[in-house]
């Protein structure tokens, strides 16, 4: 037979076993654990070790904390101006509140992947195709926003939201190439009319800065020329007037007309001379034998010269000498 006490030692053993093996739980890092007890909420376990009561309570739900990624499958979105767009992307959440992920919904995570679907079509419907892709940040971050305001009370935060694909119909995205090219090629076209435009506009500069320079040089030219001719004929001038009034003092001393009339005298025979030298023709007076009377000649125009210029003829020292040869 089997010893009483023996048996009670074993029962109790075996009710230790059980009892550290169910109520004894260590709690991994980043997760929470909630305990329900007779099917009721109880508390939530932390990181660590923790004893409950393995008669009355359990672990219902094991969450964990970490961040998740989930796909949002492709489906089809009709933007503001009625063009179909097969769209996908990736959701980034994790649990923030272990209870209300418990009990707020069957699936927390299934609920947001819808939510971000919805959303998405909502959101692209009010805009056009070419904003689609211009506003795809603000697009990313308007979903956020949206999904944040209603898994609130799924316990549930969304990190972030990115569109993986946009793929519009493909009657659109040749549409899109074309206008691509149409736009390129017009900017190539305004870019060489911009480049030929300016290069007109340089010649054009440049002959025009040549024609000033030249009329710039050509009129400072002109003007040296005359200043230098107009003080060349100053000087000339100056010096004619110089000379003549040193001939006038001089004939005014005494001896100066006999000096003149000598001097005009020897310019007449000089003269005579120089013609007979360089002309085959010769015009002479009827006397050009006699050497005085073509002096007496030379000085009665001298004398006929100064009486104009005197108004009244004054008395030549060679008159008393013609009146005494008649």
Not at 123 to 152: M, P
Not at 161 to 168: A, F, L, S, T
Not at 294 to 322: C, E, F, H, N
């Amino acid at each position: 037979m089997t010893d009483p006490g023996s048996l009670l030692l074993f029962v109790i053993t075996f009710a230790v076993v059980i009892v550290v093996w169910r109520g004894v739980k260590l709690v991994p890092q980043q997760q929470r654990w909630v305990v329900e007890r007779f099917n009721k909420y109880d508390r939530t376990l932390v990181e660590g070790l923790h004893i409950i009561n393995p008669f009355f309570s359990k672990v219902s739900y094991k969450l964990s904390l970490k961040e998740d990624a989930r796909d949002i499958p492709a489906q089809a979105a009709i933007t503001r101006d009625n063009v179909t767009l097969v769209i996908d992307g990736i959701i980034y959440v994790r649990i923030v509140d272990a209870y209300k992920a418990a009990y707020g919904s069957e699936d927390p995570y299934y609920a947001v992947v819808q939510l971000a679907q919805t959303t998405m079509r909502s959101e692209i419907g009010k805009l056009e195709l070419d904003k689609t892709f211009e506003e795809r940040e603000s697009l990313n971050q308007k979903i956020v926003d949206v999904i944040n305001e209603a898994a609130e009370s799924w316990g549930i935060e969304c990190r972030r939201y990115e569109i993986k694909d946009i793929n519009p119909p493909q009657n659109i995205l040749l549409a899109m190439e074309q206008q691509v090219t149409a736009e390129r090629e017009k900017r190539a076209v305004i870019l060489a009319s911009e480049g030929k435009r300016q290069a007109s506009i340089n010649i054009a500069e440049g002959q025009k800065q040549e024609v000033v320079l030249e009329s710039e040089a050509s009129m400072t030219d002109q003007i040296n020329r005359a200043t230098g001719e107009s003080e060349a004929i100053r000087r000339v001038a100056d010096a004619t007037a110089e000379g003549i009034e040193k001939v006038a003092a001089a004939i005014m001393k005494t001896g100066g007309e006999r000096a003149v009339a000598l001097k005009i005298a020897e310019k007449y025979v000089d003269a005579f001379g120089k013609l007979a030298k360089e002309s085959t023709t010769v015009l002479l007076p009827a006397n050009a034998g006699d050497a005085g009377s073509m002096v007496a000649q030379a000085l009665s125009v001298y004398d006929t010269i100064r009486d104009q210029g005197q108004g009244a003829r004054q008395p030549s020292p060679w008159d008393d000498g013609k009146k005494k040869k008649s």
